[in-house]
């Protein structure tokens, strides 16, 4: 289990799988800084819900694509709560989608701030506090589109997100002196708000009769994930990254 006590700050926290996260390790002991940009009311809503209930939650308003942002959210949950053990970087967007050769520029650039510049300034941030304390973790929010390209007119996204998983495993070796542990997951078939803000190719529904376990997956069988990564018993786990597809793609 992640550790009673801890502190975790979680960006994209009030909804899909930043949501079911904090919910997961709320419900393991640990306080939680949710990280949100439109979603005010449903974070504010899930703060307010779990602090209710005896878990201590705040939920911080942050552009994580904006350095000074990015500083203010980690000095909050450094205020409130004195420490930072895990960081969760799930903060991610599709933007727009369309073949490279009508793709605009803003949206190449845009695509890259959201999807892998903010987990660098979110670490980058977090480090020193993260150093302070014993097990510390990151875990990177990636996806099977940085390993397989993607669906169609994707092409920035899973560039994206294979960044990030580089990323993943440059920061292992880097933190690994400091004992805090980097890893990401790589969530595909997944049944989340995601999918409505910006629609794939096909409808998920479609996706079913070629996953061997049969069902779409749910944000908590990713959630599960994060939560087993952050936490003690994955201790001698970094630089690796987790598939959550369902058997869809086994590497």
Known sequence: MTASGAVAVVTGGASGIGQATVRVLAGRGTATVIGYLNSAQEAVKLADELDRAGSPTIAVRADVTDEAEVARLVDRALARFGRIDYLVNNAG????????EELPLSVWHRSLAVNL???????????????DQSGAAIVNVASSSGF?????????????????????????????????????VAP????????EKWPPATPPESWIPGLPLGRLGSPVDVA?????????????ITGQTVHINGGSRMY
Do not use: Q, W
Not at 93 to 100: D, M, Q
Not at 117 to 129: D, E, G, V
Not at 152 to 175: D, I, M
Not at 224 to 236: P, S, W, Y
């Open 117 to 131: 510049t903010s987990a660098y300034l979110m670490c980058r941030a977090a480090i020193p506090a993260l150093r």
């Open 188 to 195: 595909a078939s997944i049944d989340t708000p995601f999918h």
């Open 93 to 100: 967007a599709t933007i727009a989608r369309g073949p490279v």
């Open 148 to 184: 397989t390209g993607g669906s169609r007119g994707s092409a920035h996204y899973a560039a994206a997100k294979a960044g990030l998983v580089g990323l993943t495993r440059a920061l292992a070796g880097e933190l690994a002196p400091f004992d805090i542990r980097v890893n990401a």
């Open 224 to 236: 599960d994930a994060i939560a087993f990564l952050l936490c003690d018993t994955a201790g001698f």
